[in-house]
């Protein structure tokens, strides 16, 4: 080959290759975000079916209640608006109280009950998933508009 | 009084820094003797008095002197002495004095370990070294002073987050930092590189052994961090694509692009601008990591910050840093065309390929890292990315970097044919492909994701074996034992890391496949079986701890009715913060971890119990020791230390060839 086709064929090469690799990362996130919901949202059928999300808020005092077999736990996750009763089967994180943060992800069920694969709690004292303080924030916010 | 002394020796730093960054770049640009030479004593000054700062810091916590803000809030009376001492960098302001003290400490290296460097040349790194470092000084004092007084003291201090109560973060952070901020050396190398318009094989080889080292820390520390997470998360996960694992993982995935690029361009003289590109771009990654990590955009353990300045402030550093650098690139990079050619099928192309392959994983990376916080950001909803994203990725990306790794070593520098090369190693790769099938066979999991695995392993340790037989054959005669040693330490670098990377995917591979978890009601008495071990539940008692109450659980473990281990996984609840924490308990082998972590106690008196069986995930580290090892190899070679003598590139191109 001479020089010049050495070179085309390396970079082009070098770009198919390229362009292999990004047209597969953007697909893969395509299919793999997982988006966040509030509880209200939930409430309204505005998060998807049949597909993994997020939802985040507290978990409402005396709401927690354990099943037969001791490891399948029932709790309500609520924005202080609307509360999305949550099942999950496996160990809670250390942090998982009653009153405080949580987000969970899983899928909704046609039962309306929310089946969690992922329990996430805080990782000190001090601090509130972002996320669960962002879906009672939206909630108060909500309210305020309505008493106006 | 102690404190204060800390806080102007802080101060006496930063001027000494800002002499560091200031007059050795002007005596570059005038070539003035005099003013170069002050950047040695101005760098060692700084280290001295960094480290009198955090001798200070350190001696607040050993004295549990609350009257100090930060030791009041990470640290207590009870607290053992070694977490006091490690308490130091339990948070934000403490943490910064340590990467301080570690840009200190790598600047002092330079000025020791580089007398063979031109004047000109040091002065300029030393330069770039001072002014990163007058960046974080500033920060630290304006933003984030560790030695900020509490007035009046606190009786009592708040204590360390219990999560970093344990040995692994004695060792994790200062390892994860020796290898961020040792990029800064590598960047240091590249912008001097660029203000002089030098940058042949020379300047690759004096960047090499720095930037080596520097990734062996990296190495190291990531793989204390997932081995801290593994056992203290008490999930039995060892990698959660978590943003904070992200941050160090992407100057990773650079920092080995770089290596293997800076090797072409001191062997050959190719790739110069790639090469300085990836050592900025390295660099810029251990930024974004630091910014990510403490800024408190992203909610962790590892997120301190709670004042939105600090994070503006990183994110100014992050965007001088990055645009002052690029702007040179721009500038000067034209000039640094040409080197050597070469043919399509060549090393250069194989490393090539690797490098562009790294370059888009990184980069995927920073994707999922980053677009969840752009959107929040932005107000536009939240999402996360989580590990299906990374695994759907990395896979596809990965597996070719295996099979160049491993087909690369084979080809020679500049050109060589295909055929010859694909012929001999042609019954590596149908022995893998077969041993990978025939062994997911064997374990009866026979899924795409398993045998190609297990295939690239094979392929990874097959190869490896050739080499070495390769090498040792072209030294015919002299006893093999003679021909081992004869071996460049250099080349048992390369051979050691890759081999390492095929025992880390051994680990994953089979841990993926071969794990299983059982999370149980247990009582008193109980017995449960998981993957043909017996646990027997022998009760729970109270054991407490320094500065915790615990309950503490007695398993018997045994296999064929044959005893094995007692675990006793436990529960604590530290004192100060009320915090509960989950003690694993691991039964750990060559072959398989058994590992016991204890849930909540319920009403009627039983108690959860998760049981894991994790065969070879051991591997995985042991796999990464063989990677920092063979870095280690790599640095320690001959020719760096024969330095001062030999400079020209065309003695390099020549040995190389």
Not at chain 1, 104 to 117: I, M, N, W, Y
Not at chain 2, 116 to 128: I, N, Q
Not at chain 2, 326 to 340: D, E, H, I, K, M
């Amino acid at each position: 080959m001479k020089p010049r086709s050495k070179r085309l064929v390396l970079v082009g090469g070098g770009v198919a290759l390229l362009v292999a690799a990004v047209a597969l990362v953007l697909n893969a996130f395509q299919q793999n975000l997982v988006f966040f919901h509030t509880p209200t949202e939930v409430a309204a059928g505005k998060a998807p079916s049949g597909k993994t999300f997020r939802i985040g808020g507290l978990v409402e005092v005396g709401s927690i209640q354990r099943e037969a077999d001791g490891i399948t736990v029932r709790f309500a996750v609520t924005d202080t608006a609307r509360t999305i009763p949550v099942a999950y089967r496996g160990t809670l994180p250390d942090l998982f109280k009653e009153g405080k943060g949580a987000v969970v992800q899983g899928r909704l069920e046609s039962d309306g009950t929310f089946r969690a694969t992922e329990v996430l709690a805080k990782h000190d004292e001090n601090y509130m998933p972002p996320e669960a303080a962002h879906a009672v924030e939206q909630a108060h916010k909500a309210g305020a508009t309505v008493k106006q | 009084m102690i404190p204060e002394l800390g806080h102007f020796a802080l101060v006496l730093a930063l001027v000494l820094a800002l002499v560091q960054a200031v007059v050795p770049m002007i005596g570059a640009s005038r070539n003035r003797l005099a003013l170069m030479a002050v950047g040695r004593p101005a760098a060692q000054g700084q280290f001295f008095f960094v480290a009198f700062a955090f001798a200070c810091l350190t001696w607040a916590f050993v004295t549990s002197d609350f009257s100090v803000e930060y030791v009041a809030l990470h640290s207590n009376t009870a607290t053992p002495l070694y977490y006091r001492i490690t308490g130091v960098w339990g948070s934000h302001e403490g943490s910064l004095l340590l990467w301080a003290l570690v840009l200190a400490v790598w600047t002092v290296a330079v000025t020791v370990f580089s007398r063979h460097l031109p004047d000109v040349f040091l002065a300029r790194v030393l330069g770039v070294l001072g002014w990163i470092s007058v960046g974080f000084l500033a920060f630290m004092l304006v933003t984030s002073n560790p030695f900020e007084r509490l007035l009046p003291g606190a009786p009592e201090g708040r204590d360390l987050n219990p999560l970093l109560q344990d040995p692994g973060m004695i060792i994790h952070p200062p390892l994860l930092y020796m290898g961020y901020v040792g990029f800064s050396v590598a960047f240091a190398f590249a912008i001097a590189a660029l203000l002089s318009g030098r940058m042949d094989a020379a300047w690759a080889r004096w960047s090499r052994p720095w930037t080596t080292v520097a990734w062996v820390f990296l190495t190291a520390g990531i793989a204390v961090g997932s081995g801290w997470a593994y056992y203290e998360l008490g999930w039995g996960g060892w990698w959660f694509w978590d943003p904070v694992e992200n941050a160090s993982f992407m100057p990773w995935l650079l920092g080995t692009a770089l290596i293997h690029s800076l090797a072409v361009t001191e062997k050959r003289g190719a790739f110069r601008s790639w090469t300085v590109l990836l050592a900025i771009g390295a660099f810029s990654l251990s930024l974004l990591g630091t910014f990510l990590v403490r800024s408190g955009v992203i909610t962790s353990v590892h997120a301190f910050a709670t004042d939105p300045k600090r994070g503006l402030f990183i994110l100014f550093l992050l965007v001088v840093v990055i645009g002052v650098s690029l702007l040179l690139y721009a500038w000067r990079a034209p000039r640094l065309s040409g080197g050597g050619s070469f043919a399509f099928v060549s090393r250069e192309t194989a490393l090539l390929g690797n490098n562009v392959l790294l370059s888009v994983a990184s980069a995927s990376v920073l994707l999922g890292t980053l677009y969840p916080l752009f959107l929040d950001a932005l107000g536009m909803g939240k999402i996360s990315v989580g590990p299906p994203y990374f695994e759907a990725v990395f896979v596809p990306l990965m597996t070719p970097v295996v099979v160049l790794m491993m087909f690369g070593p084979f080809l020679r520098w500049k050109g060589d044919t295909l055929g010859p090369v694909v012929r001999r190693v042609a019954p590596a790769f149908v022995a893998s492909v077969a041993i990978g099938v025939g062994t997911a066979f064997a374990i009866g999991h026979v899924t795409p994701r398993t045998v190609l695995g297990l295939a690239l392993a094979a392929w990874v340790v097959l190869a490896s074996l050739q080499q070495l037989l390769a090498r040792l054959g072209e030294r015919a005669g002299a006893s093999s034992a003679a021909r081992l040693r004869g071996l460049p330490s250099a080349w048992w670098g390369m051979w050691l890391a890759h081999l390492g990377v095929g025992v880390f995917i051994i680990g994953v591979s089979l841990v993926g496949s071969l794990q299983q978890n059982l999370d149980v009601k247990m009582k008193e008495g109980q017995r449960a079986e998981l993957a043909g071990y017996t646990f027997v539940f022998r009760g729970v008692q109270d054991a407490p701890g320094p500065n915790y109450d615990a309950a503490r659980a007695t398993l018997d473990v045994s296999r064929g009715g044959v005893a094995i281990a007692t675990l006793q996984p436990e529960k604590r609840l530290y004192r100060a913060q009320g915090m509960p924490m989950t003690e694993a308990a691991l039964d750990i082998g060559p072959f398989r971890d058994v590992y016991v972590s204890l849930g909540e106690q319920l009403p009627d008196g039983s108690w959860i119990v998760s049981l894991y069986f994790k065969p070879f995930i051991s591997w995985i580290w042991l796999g990464c020791t063989l990677m920092a090892l063979g870095g280690i190899f790599a640095a320690a070679d001959r020719r760096y230390r024969k330095l001062a003598e030999r400079r020209a590139p065309a003695a390099a191109a020549r040995q190389a060839a």
